[in-house]
């Protein structure tokens, strides 16, 4: 099975930083990676697909970037409402699996 | 604008079996190349995939859930449904009904609804 190592557990940032978040697979995934948001009592969004694709309506701020098994997502200008968890998925397709990491919870400083 | 619903049960009793189900509005839930899925998450803590299913009825499961779910769908209804055998304490969670891009991607998820195994 591919394990997925999300750092950090937690981060905690000032209006205007700029954030990195970094997903590890225990092999090589290709881009076979999506990035998510999910905000306190609601469902995960789906913000970057692909390991770089930017989903339709979410703000050029978010970026993903990597491939094989070092990945990064990054906010450029943390904003308020970005506070949330953020998670990695892998997916496979032979078979098909989807792998969730651990999340990273940003906080504002 | 594609909505999904989660219904069901808020409270299971141990060893017996959860059962949800999720109504898909505002779109086709015949797809391609859309699959319909199911995922979970504890209180506190991250998300597991529990299995897709394509319109066509292929399913596909977690291998860590595997001998304990199913997965089907009714497409006349625009439904689909988890049942999940022999619960315990480790099944409460939220559990989403989402649409799967090409069964890789959840990219449109419902609000969740909370199942809590207790007797």
């Known amino acids: 099975d591919i394990q997925m190592t999300q750092s950090p557990s937690s981060l905690s940032a000032s209006v205007g930083d700029r954030v990195t978040i970094t997903c590890q697979a225990s092999q090589d995934i290709s881009i076979y990676l999506n990035w998510y948001q999910q905000k306190p009592g609601k469902a995960p969004k789906l913000l970057i697909y692909?390991?770089?694709n930017l989903q339709t309506g979410v703000p050029s701020r978010f970026s993903g970037s990597g491939s094989g098994t070092d990945f990064t997502f990054s906010i450029s200008s943390l904003q308020p409402e970005d506070i949330a968890t953020y998670y990695c998925q892998q997916y496979d397709n032979l078979p098909l699996r989807l792998t969730f990491g651990g999340g990273t919870k940003v906080e504002i400083k | 604008q594609l909505q999904l619903q989660e219904s069901g049960p808020g409270l299971v009793k141990p060893s017996e079996t959860l059962s949800l189900t999720c109504t898909v509005s505002g779109g086709s839930i015949s797809s391609n190349p859309y699959h319909w899925g199911w995922i979970r998450q504890p209180p506190g803590k991250g998300l597991q995939w529990i299995g897709n299913i394509y319109y066509s009825g292929t399913t596909y499961y977690n291998p860590s859930l595997r001998s304990r779910v199913t997965i089907s769908l009714e497409t006349s209804k625009k439904q689909f449904y988890l049942n999940l055998t022999s619960v315990t304490a480790a099944d409460t969670a939220v559990y989403y009904c989402?649409?799967?891009?090409?069964?890789?991607?959840?990219?449109?998820w419902g609000r969740g609804t909370l199942v809590t195994v207790s007797s």
């Open positions: 692909d390991a770089s």
């Open positions: 989402a649409k799967i891009l090409r069964g890789l991607i959840p990219d449109h």
